[in-house]
């Protein structure tokens, strides 16, 4: 049995910092829509849902991750998992999409507990498999598995996910030492099927050429993208001040979800937006540090795995608000508002910091 140590309080503070932060700029980015109401409803639902978070993470950080790799554990949330999804196409569509489940009063997004599943199911199988990383003996039960929930995802449709889950996979395979011959032949493969995947779906053309030129069309396609610039820019360096965007005045479409960093870059300017991107990076270093820490295989893999959702998710949210990737709804981790993006991220972090207490 691995030495208890304590847990890892950068990364605590790093994630304290984040949905700290989070819950201050939805409150200023929803402004003018809880306008007119005593208490601001998007405020009080994501502190609720932070909280119940915070002690879901809690809890998490008290079960050895160990528990993870026990294959009762990593068959049951995978197939689990696969059955919601299965589930939620079944289901009602909001907004043209069927990626909620309705609970009550609430809604879930099962494509969120996909994210865990994967990287658990991963992680196994590495660990299992160690040496032959580049065989068909992992690479084709990790590509069916892959394939299965991305494909599950991307029938909401929700080409954002499916492609982070992809990327995930990806990069805990290459962090395993997959051979460079197999990465060359996997991303020729999916580049196609990638172009097939935007070809099929006229909203999805339309987002890469208002991509390629948002100009071409300033009030359509690439409306929210130059509205994103647009907050970004008249930042500066220190920003307008805390509150102070005008964007989020009914110019910027979804500005507390999945456009928040570009009202955080608006108010908190060039310095403030830098500042959550720093967080990141430490997030990553801690991540990493943990893997490098862990006493077996499998937490080697599962810290990888899991850091890597969060920083690629991060990384791709900041990229489209930025103009570097084509609009796709998925949200910032920590900072945008929905339940089911912080709960799942906060689950994930209390995975990561029980990971660092063993060495």
């Known amino acids: 049995m691995a030495k208890k140590l304590a847990f890892d309080r950068v990364l605590f503070t790093v994630v304290v910092l984040l949905v700290t932060l989070g819950l201050v700029m939805i ?177 999805r053309r339309q987002r890469l050429l208002a991509f390629l030129d948002p100009e071409k069309d300033p009030l359509g396609s690439g409306f929210q993208v130059l509205q994103s610039l647009i907050a970004v820019g008249s930042g500066g360096l220190l920003g307008r001040g805390p509150g102070e965007s005008l964007q989020k005045l009914y110019f910027l479409p979804y500005p507390f979800t999945d456009f928040i960093y570009a009202i955080v870059a608006e108010e908190l300017g060039f310095l403030g937006a830098l500042g959550v991107l720093l967080l990141f990076a430490v997030l990553l270093w801690r991540g990493v540090r943990a893997g490098l820490a862990a006493p077996d295989a499998f937490g080697r893999h599962l810290a990888w795995g899991l850091t890597a959702v969060l920083v690629l998710q991060a990384l791709i949210n900041m990229s489209v608000v930025l103009g570097l990737f084509p609009t796709k709804g998925m949200p910032l981790p920590f900072l945008s508002y929905g339940g089911s993006s912080i709960l799942v991220t906060l689950l994930l972090c209390g995975v990561l910091l029980n990971l660092s207490q063993h060495a």
């Open 27 to 203: 409150y200023s980015a929803s402004a003018a829509q809880a306008r007119g109401q005593a208490l601001n409803p998007y405020l009080l639902r994501q502190g609720v849902l932070a909280a119940v978070g915070f002690a879901l993470m809690l809890g998490v950080m008290h079960v050895d991750y160990r528990r993870l790799r026990e294959p009762v554990v990593v068959w049951g949330l995978l197939l689990g998992v696969v059955g919601l999804l299965v589930l939620v196409l079944l289901g009602p569509e909001l907004n043209a999409t069927r990626r909620w489940l309705f609970l009550g009063g609430f809604t879930f997004q099962p494509s969120e507990l996909a994210k865990l599943a994967l990287v658990v199911y991963l992680a196994y199988q590495l660990e299992k498999k160690a040496d032959r990383v580049s065989t068909s003996e992992l690479l084709l039960p990790a590509a069916l598995v892959t394939g299965l929930l991305a494909g599950l995802i991307l029938l909401e449709p929700d080409l954002g996910t499916a492609v982070l889950l992809v990327a995930t996979a990806g990069t805990m395979l290459f962090l395993a030492g997959l051979a460079w011959r197999r990465i060359l032949v996997a991303v020729a493969v999916l580049a196609p099927l990638g172009a097939l995947a935007i070809a099929a779906a006229p909203y």
